[in-house]
């Protein structure tokens, strides 16, 4: 009955039970795993979780389980559907048996409209060479391009030429800009420092090859 509550909505509906193990999903969960309902019952809810927030959710979960803290809300979480990520905002509401236990949780999933150029970044035709990575968490972190390119062992033209791409790539003007983009995209691990990109957006090493374009910039390399 509740599940065929949230059909008309377009809200995706897990049923849990207390070990966050999936029991029941309505249609439109299943149309955004892009699964049977077959294949989604009895996996583990944390399967459907992106990386970058995996763990900050359980433990949002496993708070709302065991010490009876409020409903879980995040309005804007990532998903990991068909190995991509799908933002949008994620409820959770503990349904409890007459003891005070919580005998199964309510998720809710509701997408965001997704935008043409994360799609494009997040698809597996746009990972990041294992040498660009590097240098996108370098300027996360704020290093200059002298500290960049003595860590990556690469002339301060090859860094350059590396961050151009990356600005290119993600449609952004600055490196500040281009940190707070691939944040919002969910590359980055929470909760690390220095900042390091998960390993689902860094493509088959190629780090050979990016260097030697790299030093290509710089006609004394």
Same mark, same amino acid.
């Given at each position: ?10 809200? =995706? ?11 029941? !999903? ?26 970058? !927030?995996?763990?900050? !959710? ?13 409903? !879980?809300?995040? &309005? ?24 005070? &236990? ?20 997040? =698809? ?33 033209? =090859? ?15 600055? &490196? ?37 374009? =790299? ?7």
């Amino acid at each position: 009955m509740v599940l065929s509550l949230f059909e008309r909505s377009g809200v =995706g509906l897990a049923i849990l039970d207390p070990t966050l193990r999936i029991r029941s !999903v309505n249609n439109a969960f299943s149309t955004q795993c892009g699964r049977y309902p077959d294949d989604i019952c009895d996996r583990s809810f944390a399967e459907f979780l992106h990386p970058s !927030v995996r763990q900050y !959710v359980l433990r949002q979960f496993g708070r709302l389980v065991q010490e009876h803290h409020a409903p !879980v809300v995040s &309005r804007s979480i990532a998903m990991w559907f068909h190995d991509t990520a799908v933002s949008g905002k994620l409820a959770a509401f503990p349904v409890r048996d007459d003891s005070g &236990r919580v005998k199964m949780i309510m998720a809710q999933f509701t997408p965001e409209e997704p935008a043409d150029d994360r799609q494009e970044l997040v =698809g597996s035709q746009r990972k990041l060479t294992a040498l660009t990575a590097k240098v996108l968490e370098g300027v996360a972190a704020g290093d200059p391009t002298v500290r960049l390119a003595a860590k990556l062992f690469l002339s301060r033209q =090859g860094v350059e030429y590396h961050v151009s791409i990356l600005l290119r790539q993600f449609k952004v003007p600055n &490196r500040t800009a281009l940190a707070a983009k691939a944040y919002s995209m969910g590359m980055f691990s929470i909760g690390c420092w220095p900042p390091k990109i998960l390993p689902e957006y860094i493509r088959p090493d190629r780090q050979g090859t990016d260097r030697t374009r =790299g030093a290509r910039q710089d006609g004394s390399d």
